[in-house]
């Protein structure tokens, strides 16, 4: 972005930012584009990134700004900023929320006629429809002919490419991405009881054991009653998230693929087994809320606010809101080493959205190029992200920093809600992560974060890669609902003993294996060589 551009840009936002009331906060994380990677993947020719001369018009269909009294229909420093960058003027045709904005998008897509150039963030749409109904184009070829920085992002992040990459290999849309890394789910405990009884954070599976003990018999909240919960869950679901870990097995996607490619459903491989004998031993001794498989978040909250529990599992960002109640210390810690003396934690991208362009668009070149700049140049994913430099953000040491006006505003504005009504966090496609999260959050939960990832590996993105028709239906007959019902009724029975998991073992995963679990499997299969052939693996 051009320094006189951006100096515009800031005179007219500080001439003309009134930033009073309350806006609606929608509490998306906002971040910093992602990290450069390595990737294999070999599209073709490279594209070519020619300026456009003459303006372009687009009409682009969107929800509006979150923050209500910033509307984009208005201009805000960063929509302005994508257009005098790529010099495209926008026509908006915007919903102010959600719901109409989906039932906009019902309407204009079933009228099939007079459709906007660029449908963004279109919920509850399949593309695959879309496209066969001749509504949308394919955007390949226009990542292979103007998508410059889409092309480059793609061949660093070829686990996107395959995740975007229809089966026939068409791409449809351009999704809106949060990063898998950061502040995600993770294991929370009482410091405070540690220290109560001088402890040390568990290092170990073992360790871990020998802490929910003595939380169990020191009476840390020192009230003279048996009534800590060393543990609690909400619902035996949330089990197959950070626990498994210390086993080097992952759940929690319903399936995983080995280092050889070979997909798994790990609830009926040995080290799952393991996992349950493990949360048997926890449950039998008093350890795990005996209340665990029915416990709701309400309840979960109630015990956490009244000083009864002293770990749980769940997202890292409710750390500020335990750490609200008066006298508790709560801390994220990572997934202790299991019997191998390993672990890890896992990462999956989420993709939310689906961004078009439409058969009606009379310029597709000149309207990816638009989407080209926004999403994925550098200029463009720094805008999205920290909005405008000098107001918003600050170079320091070469890294970009949010300022006090976002960090501690004048007015009272959130975070989210400042950058919001400079037009950051927008809603036209973007590639966030967290930077926002790592701001604001403190130095030893951006310790934390920063180890788990240094242990962390990809996961199978059963749930994100695209599946054929054919895969759809055969997946919705084969069962598998029913299977994951049985799955999770069992792992309650083994962790609370009603079925003992040596004895009954062979009989449960036969039974699942007679449900028709490998048919599923042969599906998810096929998924993920699919992926892999997308992003150019061997």
Known sequence: MKKKLLSFLLAGTMAGLTLTGCGNDNGNDTGTPAAEGSGTQQVSSSPEETPQEEPVTLRIASMDNPYAPKSYANGTPVTDALQEATNVKIEWELSPDAQQYETYTQTILSAAED??????????QDPRNLYEAGLIVDLKPLIDSVGVHTKKYLEEHPDILGMITEPDGTILSIPTIQDGENFGHGLMIRKDWLDKLNLEVPATSDELLEVLRAFRDGDPNGNGEADEIPCTITGTYNLDF??????????GRDFDADPDGKVVYPPIEDSYKDFLKYMNTMYS?????SMFSTRSSEDWN?????DKVGMVQGWVTNLPTFNANEGQEWIAINVPAGPDGTSFSVSVPTITGKNFITKDCKNPEEAFRFLDYVWASDEGRMLAVYGIEGLTYEMV????QFTDYVLNNPDGLSTT????SVGANHKLPRISDASLAQATATEEMNAWNEANKA???????????????EETTAKAESGFSDIWTYKEEMKARF???KDDIDGYWDTYVQQIKEMGIDEVIAIEQAKYDRFLEAQGAE
């Open 115 to 124: 459709m906007p150039d660029i449908m963004t963030s279109v919920y509850g």
């Open 495 to 497: 962790i609370m003993g």
């Open 242 to 251: 950070s626990w498994p870990y210390m086993f080097k097995i992952s759940p």
């Open 285 to 289: 001794e008093g350890l795990l809320d």
């Open 302 to 306: 109630t015990l956490i606010n009244t």
């Open 455 to 469: 242990m962390m590996r990809k996961c199978f993105p059963s749930f994100e890669i695209i599946m054929t028709p």
């Open 397 to 400: 040491d070469g890294k970009p």
């Open 417 to 420: 809600e400042v950058l919001n």
